[in-house]
Nanobody, 114 residues
Framework: QVQLVESGGGLVQAGGSLRLSCAVS????????MGWYRQAPGKQREMVAT???????NYADSVKGRFTISRDNVKNTVDLQMNTLRPEDTAVYYC????????WGQGTQVTVSS
């Protein structure tokens, strides 16, 4: 059974940093395209960052230069380093296995205060 468990969310002041981690079980994360998405209250879920099987990365324009997605193939995790956080980054962040079938974690709350 595939499970994704996000961690690392919390409350941080604007300009601060957080590192999210997605622990993957049931599949080998390194052979799957993976992504981080977020959903703010009243808004649709949006892509934040993705990483391909070969390590290619893609970012939403709003986070380019501030966020970095990476894999740890030993730990079977996909991480999201978030720097220079802004209040508009406040959302529930979800880890995702891209493809068919797709899998989602339960999400972790990130709150950035101004």
């Amino acid at each position: 059974q595939v499970q994704l468990v996000e961690s690392g969310g919390g409350l941080v002041q604007a300009g601060g940093s957080l590192r999210l981690s997605c622990a993957v079980s049931g599949i080998t994360a390194s052979i799957k395209p993976m992504g981080w998405y977020r959903q703010a209250p009243g808004k649709q879920r949006e892509m934040v960052a993705t990483i391909s099987r070969l390590g290619g990365t893609n970012y939403a324009d709003s986070v380019k230069g501030r966020f970095t997605i990476s894999r740890d193939n030993v730990k079977n995790t996909v991480d999201l380093q978030m720097n220079t956080l802004r209040p508009e980054d406040t959302a529930v962040y979800y880890c995702n296995v891209i493809g068919v079938p797709t899998y989602w974690g339960q999400g972790t709350q990130v709150t950035v205060s101004s």
